[in-house]
């Protein structure tokens, strides 16, 4: 019995120290940012930290996936302690906005740093990196003249030479939205049918697996987001290393829109506790310092103009961006998602 | 005398009233009396000794121990507060606990539990086992722990479910006396659930019939065995052979015809003549008994009868009969 | 007439003294906590009532069928192949003497301490371009060789694979009470034992099985991370999927509504299997040691050999392709950081299991000491949880329990969230989630305790407390420490539920792990869920200990 009460005692007093140690609302006893994100790079953690350093504010730091985090915003309404939202995709911070979970901020400094197409129109949401999702070749097998565009790769010549992960991906469903938005609903899904048809294996996996399955001769194309060839090329696995030095990047439809782009972004809480420490933030977030880690550790392209690319990125030399306003993404993702179930892609 | 226990009127049904355990019950126990509620299995007569001890509520009636009602629809009282001595059938002795600390545990509130204990297993005749568990005993010992655990704390009633009926036949009746004398040494009043009425017709003094949940006699012994309410009590006590109009024909007797009866199987006596009622048969299949025999008989007016007889028969054909005043007779 | 009213009152009046003559302190605690634990399955439920979203019939027309079909061949495969390891090895363990018999005993339960998603991607890993599967055929000059099994069928594999210590530790508890000595009293009448074993052992463990069963398919409908990397679209991805992507809350909790209905549907075959046990089963428990047989030496290799299998394929397997890739991280990901994770895993774990146990034997004795057969009944619904998805719960106790915090923030009790954001939301939805894992040990090994036993207690003059302590807990405190570990474990892998819930300075494991393989970075991502299944050890190895001790 007595081995029991001590159990309780302890386990209250984990209680009580958790409670203790839990954010204040009162931003002026302690400066602090409550951070909720779907990033979780070990670079993004040790920029967090510099931050911590350079500014004084602590940071509080909720990891989950976007959706999850937009649902738990919702729930806690005005009383929601998160300060700002980053997501992985465009799509979910139009989401937000439309679900009155952000609120706009002007701030000179972000404006002049972000370019207008990478950010919401009113300013409610801000990119930090963007990647570009491309078409990777296997070196070997496919002349990258014959490719061209996306709405290329459902000719018939690519029966069964492609793969390409699930469509509950947000990179998918964001690259279907840009589709639906440049070329129309109809044409989008005659174009998701055609393009199922031309898969060499039915959707599974993630965009390293895809890159592998090229590789391993399964298929003779992918779609994949480009920080993730950056990332294998710089793997410590020799099978990755290999799987990513047997393709080539292609960046689709140079000729027409350029190739789809989409960003991880920014946006400040609509009843965010701490506004001013949420600024500082972005701004820290978006400095050359900041945007050179996000470039050369993560492999992304910073919206930064003034800070180069990694190297790897340099070696596939620049390209055409598509310059569809990012916003379109979220507004479409939900038609996107029926248009993939209807022409069966998985 | 001094009533100890009385059960008034009281009802009890599982299932949502579907099935109906206790019906109407109504009787009463004296003062260090023992007494035996005797009854087909699923009559009621566990679940009677569980409302008197408290382990079920009642649907209707009451319960009253030593004056106090201590169930009714409107409060029951629990269990540990009646002061009820209870030997499960299962013995139920705490396994993790030794014999000691198993007789000790009713004695909690009190100073000398120790000495008291060991009072109580002396008496049972277990006093060098004290240190033993339960798997390391008998059956019999077993069960002797139990009684002297329901003893310790002098209940005012002690209650024993289905004593017996783990024991093999040959230690039955010895330890069915032991048991019985520690009982009436203690003068506790006892109330014991059977199945076997030569338990019942052995040790107690008064004896509950339960059939289907309902009270059909409540008699000394042998006012149960010679004047039956019921041809289900009757048969409760050895074989009956139900008089129906056929048979009534064969030995030409005289009964009315809307009344029931019913003659004990020794009560028909075999091969003699001397008896009012007389009739011949022809045995048409013999089973061997051992101390006795069973024949199937085929009385000359066609019926058929089984007997036990402890004689032995010569030839096919016998004589057989009773007499008037062996008749059991019902109005049902 | 005016007779037959005044009769109706009566009976009426009657009813109602008995009611609260009846009720007792113990039939509102139970309600109490029956209310705490179904909070979120009446918001889910009560959001039924909303009607099916506008996608629904999109959903009907495109995605239901292949739903139904994969979650269907997975419960059937999970099943088949659950059931073979876990009764075979169950079996071979508890009859046969051979080499290893002891440590196998309890390394066939540590496949459980690996979450499936984990299992998943290692074995994807294992047959994947330049895996080691490939660079065994490489030996042999077969270059890419591969086998796909990202798949419903590799997905069945992996899981079951994870998942049969579920079937095997039920199996093995029915093989270890009852079945050798009516296997013996079989052979005394001349059945071979091969013959007893299929005529009798298997149809008599029917219901233990069924139990391991249950669990193992609850978790089956409920994986979403291993189903969704090879890209097996089942109920829970598709509840995900109208949720998250198809913005449609009302859709989600239809299809939650569907898989609960399977699920108890599920339940209610295992109770109605387990109530005709009861009327069959021999009384109590046989508790003499039983002997082992001993067969000749090339035999017992065979069988060492075949109780192998499921521990190299669950456990050693993965574990390999886990530490390979450690070793290949190591120097990115291990830092002190790593131990500090594991320290508030274990104490969340412990902490969850500890609350788990307890509201679980809370519902099992106070509803037995309650006198009304409604509450007794409906007692049961506490396990409901463990059927509905992990972030279905999370958002089930958020939604009251937000409304709670506001109230007292509104009233100026609190300056900040109580429940929400701290670890008390987080553990209530544990002990929502896993009541049912530690219910199931308590509840079959309290069966085992004859009622008889605290019966004699309570008319010896102790009260239910009282009796509950000095007799109940110490019978069934095996019983209580397998509930307490198996919740442990489920803790330390949960992930949907702890992401949406967890507090800001809190961080677990699995949430690292997962964070890692869902960016992409499989590799990395073996180091916490090496020290997933360190800290799992750790209750395990001690159980044993114990178990040891007392046998």
């Known amino acids: 019995m007595k081995n029991t009460l001590y159990l309780l005692l302890v386990i209250v007093a984990f209680f009580s120290c958790e409670n203790d140690k839990k954010s204040t609302k009162d931003a002026s006893t302690l400066k602090e940012i409550n951070v909720y994100t779907h990033r979780h790079y070990e670079s993004d953690q040790e920029l967090f930290k510099a931050f911590e350093e350079e500014s004084g504010i602590k940071v509080n730091v909720i990891n989950a996936s976007a959706d999850e985090l937009i649902q738990k915003m919702v729930l806690e309404g005005e009383q929601s302690p998160a300060d700002v939202l980053i997501t992985v995709d465009a799509g979910r911070l139009h989401r937000a906005k439309a679900k009155n979970l952000l609120q706009p901020i002007t701030n000179s400094k972000i404006d002049s740093i972000v370019p207008s197409h990478l950010k919401d129109k009113e300013n409610y949401w801000f990119g930090l990196t963007k990647r570009a999702r491309v078409i990777v070749y296997a070196k070997d097998r496919v002349d990258p003249m014959e490719l061209s565009s996306y709405e290329n790769l459902v000719d018939e010549k690519w029966k069964n030479k492609i793969v390409v992960r699930s469509s509950s991906n947000i990179y998918n469903q964001s690259l279907m939205a840009s589709i639906i938005a440049n070329d129309g609903e109809d044409a989008a899904k005659m174009w998701a049918e055609a393009l199922v048809n031309n898969m060499a294996r039915s959707p599974k996996g993630n965009d390293r697996d895809q890159v592998k399955a090229v590789a391993g001769g399964e298929a003779d194309l992918a779609i994949v987001n480009t920080y993730y060839i950056g990332k294998m090329l710089n793997s410590k696995d020799q099978a990755e290393l290999d799987a990513a030095q047997s393709v080539e990047v292609f960046f689709p439809n140079q000729e027409d829109r350029g190739t789809h782009i989409n960003v991880s972004g920014i946006g400040v809480a609509k009843y965010a506790p701490n506004q001013e420490a949420a600024i500082q933030f972005i701004t820290y977030l978006l400095s050359e310092k900041s945007q050179k880690i996000f470039a050369s550790s993560n492999y992304e392209y910073p919206v930064n103009p003034n800070v180069e690319n990694a190297e790897v990125l340099k070696s596939w030399g620049s390209f055409k961006e598509d310059q569809l306003n990012l916003s379109k993404l979220g507004e479409l993702n939900k038609k996107a998602v029926i248009l993939f179930d209807e022409a069966g892609w998985k | ?332 | 007439m005016k007779q037959a009213g005044s009769k109706h009152i009566n009976s009426l009046l009657e009813s109602f003294f008995k009611l609260k003559r009846d009720i007792n302190r113990w039939s509102f605690a139970t309600l109490f906590i029956l209310l705490i634990i179904a909070v979120p399955v009446f918001t889910i439920g009560i959001k039924l009532f909303d009607g099916p979203g506008q996608s629904w019939l999109h959903i009907s027309d495109y995605l239901l069928p292949s739903y139904l079909k994969n979650s269907f061949y997975l419960a059937i495969l999970c099943s088949i192949i659950t059931i073979l390891f876990g009764v075979s090895s169950a079996w071979l363990v508890t009859r046969y003497h051979f080499p290893f018999r002891k440590a196998l005993e309890w390394l066939l339960i540590i496949p459980l301490a690996i979450p499936s998603y984990i299992v998943a991607y290692a074995y994807a890993g294992f047959f994947d371009y330049g895996g080691i599967y490939a660079s065994f055929f490489e030996v042999f000059e077969i270059a890419n060789a591969k086998l796909d099994i990202m798949n419903v069928f590799g997905l069945a594999f992996v899981l079951s694979i994870s998942l049969f210590p579920y079937v095997y530790v039920s199996a093995r508890a029915f093989f270890l009470n009852q079945a050798i000595s009516l296997l013996e009293a079989s052979r005394l009448l001349g059945v071979s034992e091969r013959k007893s074993f299929v005529k009798l052992i298997i149809p008599l463990a029917r219901p233990a099985v069924v139990a391991g069963l249950v669990l193992v398919l609850m978790e089956v409908l409920n994986d979403y991370g291993a189903a969704k990397y090879f890209g097996v679209n089942t109920f829970t991805t598709g509840i995900f999927r109208s949720w998250f992507s198809l913005e449609e809350p009302e859709t989600a909790i239809y299809l939650s509504a569907l898989l609960l209905i399977l699920v108890f549907g599920l339940i209610l075959i295992e109770k109605w299997q387990r109530r005709k046990i009861q009327y069959s089963s021999i009384k109590s428990a046989n508790t003499k040691p039983n002997k082992k047989i001993i067969l000749p030496k090339w035999q017992q290799f065979l069988i060492c050999f075949t109780v192998l299998i499921p521990v190299v394929l669950g456990f050693f397997v993965p574990v390999w392709q886990l530490l390979i890739w450690a070793f290949k991280t190591f120097t990115q990901v291990l830092n002190p950081s790593l131990f500090w994770l594991s320290l508030q895993s274990f104490g969340i774990a412990f902490i969850t299991a500890f609350f788990t146990v307890l509201f679980a034997l809370v519902l099992l004795y106070f509803s037995k000491w309650n006198k009304i057969t409604f509450i007794k009944n409906a007692s049961k619904l506490g396990v409901l949880g463990y059927a509905i998805p992990g972030a279905v719960v999370a958002i089930g106790i958020m939604m009251p329990t937000l409304l709670i915090d506001k109230w007292l923030i509104n009233q100026g009790l609190i300056t900040q969230f109580l429940i929400n954001g701290t670890l008390i939301a987080l553990v209530y939805a544990y002990v929502v989630r896993f009541l049912a894992v530690a219910y199931q040990p308590l509840e079959s090994s309290s069966l085992k305790v004859n009622n008889s036993i605290p019966d004699s207690s309570k008319i010896l003059g102790m009260g239910n407390f009282k009796t509950f302590y000095k007799i109940e807990f110490p019978l069934i405190r095996a019983g209580m420490l397998s509930a307490f570990i198996l919740v442990f474990i489920d803790t330390l892998k949960e992930l949907p539920l702890t992401l949406i819930l967890k507090p800001y300075h809190v961080n677990t494991l699995a949430v690292k792990a997962y964070e890692f393989a869902s960016d992409e970075m499989v590799m990395q991502a073996a180091i916490p869920s090496l020290c997933i299944i360190l800290t799992a050890l750790i209750p395990v190895i001690f159980l044993n200990k114990l178990l040891l001790k007392n046998e």
């Open chain 2, 1 to 332: 005398m001094n009533k100890i226990l009385e059960i008034k009127n009281l009802s009890k049904s599982f299932d949502g009233g579907k099935a109906q355990a206790i019906d109407q019950v109504d009787f009463y126990v004296n003062q260090g009396d023992i007494c035996a509620v005797v009854g087909e299995s699923g009559s009621g007569k566990t679940t009677l000794i569980r409302l008197i001890a408290g382990l079920e509520n009642p649907d209707q009636g009451k319960i009253i121990i030593k004056g106090k009602e201590v169930s009714s629809i409107k409060k029951v009282l629990v269990p540990e507060k009646r002061n009820i001595g209870m030997v499960f059938q299962e013995y139920a002795l705490f396994p993790h606990l030794n014999v000691l600390e198993n007789v000790m545990y009713g004695l909690a509130k009190r100073k000398d539990k120790k000495q008291r204990a060991e009072e109580v297993l002396a008496l049972v005749g277990l006093k060098e086992y004290k240190e033993r568990y339960a798997h390391e005993l008998s059956g019999g010992q077993q069960q002797r722990v139990a009684l002297a655990r329901a003893l310790a704390p002098e209940p005012s009633l002690l209650i024993l479910d289905e004593p017996f009926s783990n024991l093999d036949a040959m230690m039955r009746t010895q330890l069915r006396n032991e048991i019985f004398n520690i009982i009436k040494k203690t003068g506790v009043t006892a109330i014991f659930v059977t199945h076997d009425t030569q338990d019942a017709l052995a040790v107690a003094d008064e004896i509950l019939i339960l059939q289907n949940g309902k009270l059909v006699q409540k008699d000394e012994a042998s006012k149960l065995y010679h004047k039956p309410q019921s041809i289900y009590v009757a048969s409760l006590f050895g074989n009956t052979v139900q008089l129906n109009k056929g048979l009534k024909n064969a030995f030409r007797c005289p009964l009315k015809e809307d009344c029931c009866h019913a003659i004990r199987n020794e009560n028909i006596s075999i091969n003699v003549s001397d008896c009012e009622f007389v009739t011949t048969a022809k045995i048409i299949k013999r089973t061997f008994l051992g101390t006795h025999s069973q024949l199937l008989l085929k009385l000359d007016n066609g019926e058929n009868l089984s007997v036990v007889t402890n004689e032995a028969v010569l030839g096919d054909e016998l004589k057989i009969g009773f007499n008037s005043n062996d008749i059991l007779a019902f109005d049902e």
